[in-house]
């Protein structure tokens, strides 16, 4: 059984590959805000910290929550589909006692928010970080010694800070005594960046990935997985039938068919889903001819125009649609409203690339 911490957990793509490809699996921690914030000085931080008992210490982080009145909706997708003990999922990762799960965790797995790092010169390792949630991060994973690790991020973190957030990720990560691994192109040059559509995901989804396998136990098998030949297009994620309220009007059909650097329409591989895109027209979007339209309702609500000399009407992708596209089976639970979804499916990771990675990884058999 693989026993599993996340962090930035969001909705749970490592849970979802791990039901994908028949793991047996244990969720022992888990953590996002929800994308709520508090303001605490760093008095109150050490308070905290020093609470022992850790239901005391997060019951506490949450009544301070509770004072910003904004639900955590990440919490609330998370638990309708996974299980876990109330007292294993955390509202702040700044108070996640790593300690406390020191030998039982084979399996973390997150990213972090790209911040800079002030190295002032130095060498830019673990003792660099600090301030930022990277520290965090790379501090729970010093404390409850996971057996393996999967970092995701932004691509921008390779360039951000004219590259030095980038090197001191990478030195952070290899003093934790973990071995680290990240991808190679052919010519053996660093190339950490994967993207879904070159793992069966027609989506441009650029991420960079961090493996890391503790040293004691690394027998140096790892190899990151050969890109596949795209097979699927957009098109096939789609629903037949679609709910009248997404179809656009008149100011959205004319940008999004206007403003090809903001919106793109009925193309085969979908742009990177953002948290955002649904709204002020931006991302993907469909065109339908108006001979298809049977929905008496779609063409109340729907403006009529032509897109590249044929009628029709323009509609945005529904959350469902987003999940698929981000490799989210159709049994998972959606019980917050399409704006929260937009956003915690356009923050998430792509299931297939996930996939690709973990097989790779129960290759070496470092996992058992």
């Known amino acids: 059984m693989i026993r599993l911490g996340t962090l930035f957990s969001g909705i749970g793509a490592i849970e979802q590959t791990l039901f994908k490809l028949n793991l047996n699996h244990k969720i022992i921690f888990a953590c996002d805000n929800g994308e709520r914030h508090i303001s605490i000085n760093e008095k109150e931080i050490d308070y905290i910290n020093n609470v022992k008992d850790i239901v005391e210490r997060e019951n506490y982080v949450k009544s301070l929550y509770a004072k910003t009145k904004k639900e955590n909706f990440m919490e609330k997708s998370y638990k309708a589909n996974y299980q876990i003990n109330d007292k294993d999922f955390y509202q702040d990762i700044r108070f996640v006692d790593g300690e406390f799960?020191?030998?039982?965790?084979?399996?973390?797995?997150?990213?972090?928010?790209?911040?800079?790092?002030?190295?002032?010169?130095?060498?830019?390792?673990f003792a660099d970080t600090r301030g930022t949630l990277f520290y965090e991060y790379a501090r729970i994973i010093k404390e409850s010694q996971p057996k393996c690790f999967i970092f995701e991020n932004v691509k921008g973190m390779l360039t951000h800070d004219n590259g030095r957030t980038w090197e001191t990720v990478k030195n952070a990560f290899s003093e934790l005594n973990y071995n680290i691994y990240i991808n190679k192109d052919r010519n053996g040059k660093e190339s950490p960046v994967l993207n879904s559509m070159d793992f069966g995901m027609p989506q441009n989804r650029p991420r960079i990935y961090i493996i890391g396998i503790r040293r004691d136990?690394?027998?140096?098998?790892?190899?990151?997985?050969?890109?596949?030949?795209?097979?699927?297009?957009?098109?096939?994620?789609?629903?037949?039938?679609?709910?009248?309220?997404?179809?656009?009007?008149?100011?959205?059909?004319?940008?999004?068919?206007?403003?090809?650097?903001?919106?793109?329409?009925?193309?085969?591989?979908?742009?990177?889903?953002?948290?955002?895109?649904?709204?002020?027209?931006?991302?993907?979007?469909?065109?339908?001819?108006?001979?298809?339209?049977?929905?008496?309702?779609?063409?109340?609500?729907?403006?009529?125009?032509?897109?590249?000399?044929?009628?029709?009407?323009?509609?945005?992708?529904?959350?469902?649609?987003?999940?698929?596209?981000?490799?989210?089976?159709?049994?998972?639970?959606?019980?917050?409203?399409?704006?929260?979804?937009?956003?915690?499916?356009?923050?998430?990771?792509?299931?297939?690339?996930?996939?690709?990675?973990?097989?790779?990884?129960?290759?070496?058999?470092?996992?058992?």
């Not at 020191?102 to 002032?120: M, R």
């Not at 098998?221 to 309220?245: G, H, M, N, R």
């Open 217 to 368: 136990i690394d027998n140096n098998l790892f190899q990151f997985p050969a890109p596949i030949k795209l097979k699927l297009k957009v098109s096939d994620f789609l629903d037949e039938s679609t709910d009248p309220k997404y179809y656009l009007g008149k100011k959205g059909f004319e940008f999004v068919t206007t403003h090809s650097s903001r919106a793109q329409v009925n193309c085969n591989i979908m742009r990177c889903q953002k948290a955002n895109q649904q709204f002020n027209w931006n991302g993907d979007f469909i065109f339908e001819p108006l001979k298809k339209i049977t929905n008496q309702k779609i063409l109340k609500k729907a403006y009529i125009g032509t897109f590249n000399n044929e009628i029709g009407v323009i509609r945005k992708f529904t959350p469902r649609e987003c999940l698929r596209l981000m490799g989210f089976p159709d049994s998972f639970k959606i019980v917050v409203n399409d704006t929260m979804m937009y956003r915690q499916a356009g923050n998430s990771i792509v299931i297939n690339v996930l996939e690709k990675i973990v097989k790779e990884i129960i290759k070496t058999g470092v996992l058992k």
């Open 101 to 125: 799960y020191k030998g039982q965790v084979d399996l973390l797995v997150g990213g972090s928010p790209c911040q800079s790092f002030s190295v002032n010169g130095k060498r830019g390792g």
